[in-house]
Every structure is written in structure tokens, then in C-alpha cells.
């Protein structure tokens, strides 16, 4: 019975994954699905979930089924793959596309991260070099040191009687 119990319950937790909405296009064309996924993987969903509009999955999205019915209408108008994106930008800025443009402030979004990489490496590198500089002074004078030789002898004189 405690079998039967659990083979039911994984079938249903298993027939909830297929109830997902899928974020596949309606169109039958190839190309214009090509089209489709291309123009979609430009686009980010703005439901705040951040996700690229082609693979937003929640359910009843209010942003990705909109947004997508939108892309498959303007394919089949003819519209062109720049002349849909260039729509989507006009109408909610520069935050629906997947990546910031390559012109302008928008640069910096493409500069800073290999900027800033090589500012740590740099700084990793000079802390490790004065470390281990430190570590070399602290190590070449450690003998140096003068010993009294009444404490000389009597040091001596305890390793005697220990062994």
C-alpha cells in the first residue's frame, strides 16, 4: 500500500512539471522560429525575474507571454529582427536588452569587469610580494642574535644532564 502510495505521488509531483508553460513560439515557419529565438535571446523578461525572454518559464507570466505574442506578431507582419528589438527599447529603455549596447556610457558596462579584474590582480600581486619580503627579512637575520655566556654555559650544562 505504501508503494502504491508513492508511485502516485511522484506521478503527480511529475504531471505538475508538464503543466509548465512552455517558452517555445507558436510559429511553424523554421526560419521565422530561428528568427524568433534569436530576437528572444535579446530580450530580457521584465518581470524581474531577470531572465532572457526565450527560456522565462514561470507560469502566467505577465511580462514573457506579452512580450513574446509580441515578437511572433511583428515576425509575421515582416517586421526585421532590429526593427523589433529597436520597438521593445523605444517602448521600455535600454533595460530590456540582454546586453548594453557597445557605444556611449554603456562601454563602461563592457570595460569595468576586465578593469577591475586586473586592479585585484595587481593588488593580490603587491600584497603577496611585501608579504613574502617581510617573510624573507624576518628569516636572514634570525642567528644574529648574542647570547650571555653565563646563559650559554648553563643551557649547555642542562642538555648535558637530559641526556
Given amino acids: 500500500m505504501k508503494r502504491a502510495a508513492a508511485i502516485v505521488l511522484l506521478l503527480l509531483v511529475a504531471a505538475t512539471t508538464a503543466l509548465g508553460q512552455s517558452a517555445k513560439s507558436t510559429l511553424e515557419d523554421p526560419v521565422l522560429a530561428t528568427r524568433f529565438n534569436t530576437i528572444s535571446d535579446k530580450l530580457v523578461c521584465q518581470c524581474s ?5 526565450r527560456v522565462c518559464n514561470h507560469v ?7 512580450m513574446r505574442q509580441s515578437v511572433e506578431k511583428q515576425l509575421l ?8 528589438i529597436q520597438g521593445f527599447v523605444d517602448e521600455m529603455g535600454l533595460k530590456v536588452l540582454s546586453s548594453p549596447p557597445t557605444e ?3 562601454i563602461a558596462a563592457w570595460v569595468m569587469p576586465g578593469f577591475g579584474l586586473l ?3 595587481f593588488v ?15 628569516t636572514a637575520g634570525g642567528t644574529s642574535v ?5 646563559l650559554q ?10 641526556q
Fill in 60 to 66: 502566467n507570466c505577465p511580462s514573457a507571454i506579452p
Fill in 104 to 106: 556611449g556610457f554603456n
Fill in 146 to 150: 648574542e647570547i650571555d655566556p653565563d
Fill in 77 to 84: 507582419e515582416g517586421k526585421s529582427d532590429e526593427e523589433i
Fill in 124 to 138: 593580490v600581486f603587491y600584497m603577496a610580494s611585501r608579504w613574502a619580503a617581510r617573510r624573507r627579512l624576518a
Fill in 153 to 162: 654555559k648553563r643551557i649547555e650544562k642542562e642538555m648535558r644532564i637530559d
Fill in 49 to 53: 525575474c531577470q531572465m532572457i525572454l
Fill in 119 to 121: 586592479v585585484g590582480l
